[in-house]
């Protein structure tokens, strides 16, 4: 027959929860005062791992911007060169650039100033020539008003 057939006491199998609560609740209690030791130690050794992380991490940045300035550096360095030739040969383009605008204002002062003289001399010139054309229309006159009158 089967464990179950009566409603007795002896006739029913002996379930272990009910025989010795205090025996499992201790099983219990252990395995869980447990667990949350295992979970206390598994939580400080991902504090640990995460503060290594960050060290490594920290280290590795500081070495990235060391060797990313130093990068910098020397990549800065030849076109730091390039732009101090290049702002010295502008330098003296526009040196040579002036000598040359001071050399042409000195041309045209010197043609002003030759302009001006042959200016002055045109006009002297023509001043002549009209002086010249007026005595010698005088002189064709007084000859040809010497020619008219005979001797009386």
Not at 87 to 108: F, H, L, N, P
Request: charged share 35%; hydrophobic share 35%.
């Amino acid at each position: 027959a089967s464990p179950r057939q009566g409603p007795g006491p002896a006739a029913e199998s002996p379930d272990p929860s009910r025989l010795r609560p205090h025996v499992v609740l201790a099983q219990e209690n252990t395995q869980i005062r447990d667990l949350q030791q295992e979970n206390r130690e598994l939580w400080v050794s991902l504090e640990e791992h995460q503060d290594a992380l960050e060290l490594i991490m920290s280290k590795y940045r500081k070495q990235m911007l060391q060797l990313l300035e130093g990068k910098k550096r020397e990549e800065a360095e030849p076109v730091l060169k390039v732009h101090q030739a290049n702002s010295g040969e502008i330098e003296s383009q526009i040196d040579r650039i002036c000598e040359m605008g001071e050399v042409m204002r000195k041309a045209v002062q010197v043609d002003d100033e030759q302009f001006f003289k042959v200016q002055e001399k045109l006009a002297q010139l023509e001043l002549e020539n009209k002086e010249l054309r007026e005595l010698l229309s005088i002189s064709k006159e007084s000859f040809e008003v010497g020619r008219e009158d005979p001797p009386d």
